[in-house]
């Protein structure tokens, strides 16, 4: 297991956590953790989608909806995912939080390289 992405949410807009087409030698990866570590002084929420083949993060994909409302400041929360599995290089995960500079993002996984 390797860490794939890791992201600070600077923004509370939708943003692009991963996508494998980023890494071209990568036929694939399966996601197997998920951390959110909150590091602002307030607590925080957020949104994880993911899309095998595009960037549509809408009603559907989404894998987490206003996780961790109970992320106080200094907190966690973590997620085995279960090992997910993406395979099209088009295919990605988004996240949205809830407020600015609060929450910094990790996934963990294992690539396929052939």
Do not use: H
Not at 8 to 30: A, C, E, H, I, Y
């Amino acid at each position: 297991m390797q860490l794939i992405a890791q992201k600070r949410l600077t923004t509370d807009n939708m943003t692009t956590l991963f996508q494998l087409s980023t890494r071209p030698t990568w036929k694939g990866v399966d996601i197997t953790r998920l951390i959110v570590c909150n590091t602002g002084g307030e607590s925080a929420s957020f949104r994880l989608y993911f899309d095998n083949n595009g960037k549509n993060y809408s009603s559907g994909k989404e894998l987490f909806w206003d996780e961790g409302s109970e992320i106080e400041a200094g907190g966690s929360f973590s997620d085995t995912l279960g090992g997910i599995g993406m395979r099209e290089s088009a295919g990605s995960f988004g996240i949205k939080a809830s407020r600015n500079n609060m929450l910094t993002v990790s996934l963990w996984g294992t690539p396929i390289l052939q």
